[in-house]
């Protein structure tokens, strides 16, 4: 099998190689072809990713490319991990907000908006590539917002398109575990859209285990959503909330603690660095990514962590993985038909009642060689319920915004977030965000 990687010149493809070189069933991914607008970062991950071949039997093959076209012809899987504007734009989504007194954040409130707007019409026309030059390929989705940008690409792939997120397995491993029990043998009760969604139960042998989790105040305690959240605010919610959900609970700590260097701020300048280094010194390459990646992972919303006083991550939970994992799987259950049940981003259908049946969500999945079918869900209370659903408003909002070019639609898009909170301030950021990030000044040009 061929896999193309968009965006291959990006930090974390290693991951995705470095699961592929443990994958030793059939059929197996027999070559990746990396394609990035960068050359020069395509040298630096290949580099890294030939150092992680060494002392294996038959990895492999890296190709690398600046032609989307060339990468996607033949391709049976296709990972779109595309950062529009690049970290640089990361770090203007969080400013403009920061400085307007509202949450910086990359995929959550105006800065997951403002991502994108730009990063829309870039997902649909290489979802357009796809249909032409590879129809029978699966794309899976690691661009984020991951909800929105799926949803925008469904428009021309249908359900040959699915995102993929580590955050609700990440969650789901913690709880397992602070039971004592296996994360293989629970079944989630999961429900949501991308970063934002709760764990309402967790079924054992036929049992929800989740509220003794919830009483049971020292187990609870190993579980890093619990402590972020607080113990007493989970049991009153009577679900564990996806760690995103932070911004919205606790809006004003997020914002206070993020009045220094932003995440995006501080992964640039690594991230750099990193690059820098390689360029520098190819025979260090895997060396140098290790030595980054374990600063990126360790550092992951440690901002809020310590507003909330949550403690360090859990070693064994960063040494689980998380995206790359999921993709593998993702990819067996798939052409090998391998049943699983995961949890997606997917067109609803009917499976979350009060959402629209286009809405791309987050829930358990049944997935196997004939593709993927939704989990139908519980009914939702309101107060989770309110919440999707002006959400999933604004991300749709925000998708026709993209592809009609309309100024209008972006500042509704801004002005309906939760976290925004007037249309003058939904203008500001607009002309914010259009003065500092060029490729969104192209996709939403003019004036409101």
């Given at each position: 099998m061929r896999l193309a990687v968009i965006g291959g010149g990006g930090f974390r493809v290693p991951l995705v190689y470095g699961a592929l070189l443990r994958d030793r069933a059939k059929p197996r991914v027999e070559e990746v072809v990396l394609h990035d607008v960068s050359a020069d970062r395509l040298a630096v991950?290949?580099?890294?990713?030939?150092?992680?071949?060494?002392?294996?039997?038959?990895?492999?093959?890296?190709?690398?490319?600046?032609?989307?076209d060339e990468a996607l012809r033949g391709a049976d899987f296709v990972f779109s991990a595309m950062r529009v504007g690049g970290l640089a734009g990361r770090t203007a989504d969080e400013r403009v907000a920061l400085e307007l007194g509202l949450l910086g954040q990359e995929t959550t409130g105006p800065g997951g908006i403002a991502y994108g707007l730009r990063t829309v019409p870039a997902a649909v026309r290489m979802a357009e590539r796809v249909a032409e030059l590879a129809p029978r390929a699966w794309v899976i989705n690691f661009t984020n917002p991951a909800g929105m940008i799926t949803e925008a690409m469904r428009r021309v792939l249908g359900d040959r398109v699915i995102g993929i997120c580590d955050s609700p397995i990440g969650l789901i491993r913690r709880a397992a575990a602070a039971l004592g029990l296996d994360p293989a043998r629970v079944e989630p009760d999961y429900v949501g859209l991308n970063h934002l969604g709760?764990?309402?139960?967790?079924?054992?042998?036929?049992?929800?285990?989740?509220?003794?989790?919830?009483?049971?105040?020292?187990?609870?305690?190993?579980?890093?959503?619990?402590?972020?959240?607080?113990?007493?605010?989970?049991?009153?919610?009577?679900?564990?909330?996806?760690?995103?959900?932070?911004?919205?609970?606790?809006?004003?700590?997020?914002?206070?603690?993020?009045?220094?260097?932003?995440?995006g701020e501080s992964l640039l300048g690594r991230q750099d660095a990193f690059y820098a280094a390689v360029q520098a010194d190819p025979g260090q390459a895997l060396a140098e990514w290790r030595a980054a990646r374990r600063e990126r992972d360790e550092s992951y919303m440690a901002d809020v962590r310590d507003t909330a006083e949550a403690g360090e991550r859990d070693a064994a939970d960063l040494a689980a993985g998380g995206y790359?994992?999921?993709?593998?799987?993702?990819?067996?259950?798939?052409?090998?038909?391998?049943?699983?049940?995961?949890?997606?981003?997917?067109?609803?259908?009917?499976?979350?009642?009060?959402?629209?049946?286009?809405?791309?969500?987050?829930?358990?999945?049944?997935?196997?060689?004939?593709?993927?079918?939704?989990?139908?869900?519980?009914?939702?209370?309101?107060?989770?319920?309110?919440?999707?659903?002006?959400?999933?408003?604004?991300?749709?909002?925000?998708?026709?915004?993209?592809?009609?070019?309309?100024?209008?639609?972006?500042?509704?898009?801004?002005?309906?977030?939760?976290?925004?909170?007037?249309?003058?301030?939904?203008?500001?950021?607009l002309d914010g965000y259009r003065s500092r990030i060029p490729e969104l000044a192209q996709v939403v040009p003019g004036t409101v």
């Amino acid at each position: 099998m061929r896999l193309a990687v968009i965006g291959g010149g990006g930090f974390r493809v290693p991951l995705v190689y470095g699961a592929l070189l443990r994958d030793r069933a059939k059929p197996r991914v027999e070559e990746v072809v990396l394609h990035d607008v960068s050359a020069d970062r395509l040298a630096v991950v290949a580099h890294v990713l030939r150092q992680l071949a060494a002392g294996h039997d038959d990895p492999p093959a890296v190709r690398v490319t600046t032609s989307l076209d060339e990468a996607l012809r033949g391709a049976d899987f296709v990972f779109s991990a595309m950062r529009v504007g690049g970290l640089a734009g990361r770090t203007a989504d969080e400013r403009v907000a920061l400085e307007l007194g509202l949450l910086g954040q990359e995929t959550t409130g105006p800065g997951g908006i403002a991502y994108g707007l730009r990063t829309v019409p870039a997902a649909v026309r290489m979802a357009e590539r796809v249909a032409e030059l590879a129809p029978r390929a699966w794309v899976i989705n690691f661009t984020n917002p991951a909800g929105m940008i799926t949803e925008a690409m469904r428009r021309v792939l249908g359900d040959r398109v699915i995102g993929i997120c580590d955050s609700p397995i990440g969650l789901i491993r913690r709880a397992a575990a602070a039971l004592g029990l296996d994360p293989a043998r629970v079944e989630p009760d999961y429900v949501g859209l991308n970063h934002l969604g709760w764990l309402r139960g967790l079924g054992h042998d036929g049992e929800d285990v989740l509220p003794g989790l919830l009483a049971d105040e020292t187990a609870l305690r190993q579980v890093e959503e619990a402590r972020l959240f607080g113990p007493g605010w989970v049991r009153t919610l009577g679900a564990l909330p996806n760690e995103y959900l932070y911004y919205y609970y606790f809006t004003r700590e997020a914002i206070a603690a993020s009045r220094g260097r932003t995440r995006g701020e501080s992964l640039l300048g690594r991230q750099d660095a990193f690059y820098a280094a390689v360029q520098a010194d190819p025979g260090q390459a895997l060396a140098e990514w290790r030595a980054a990646r374990r600063e990126r992972d360790e550092s992951y919303m440690a901002d809020v962590r310590d507003t909330a006083e949550a403690g360090e991550r859990d070693a064994a939970d960063l040494a689980a993985g998380g995206y790359e994992g999921i993709a593998l799987a993702l990819m067996a259950a798939l052409s090998r038909g391998e049943p699983a049940t995961m949890i997606l981003n997917v067109r609803n259908g009917s499976a979350v009642p009060g959402l629209p049946a286009e809405a791309v969500v987050e829930i358990p999945c049944a997935v196997g060689g004939a593709g993927v079918r939704p989990l139908a869900t519980r009914p939702l209370p309101g107060r989770f319920l309110g919440l999707l659903q002006q959400v999933k408003a604004v991300e749709q909002t925000a998708i026709e915004a993209a592809l009609t070019g309309s100024a209008e639609l972006a500042v509704a898009a801004f002005a309906l977030h939760p976290l925004v909170d007037s249309v003058s301030t939904a203008r500001a950021l607009l002309d914010g965000y259009r003065s500092r990030i060029p490729e969104l000044a192209q996709v939403v040009p003019g004036t409101v």
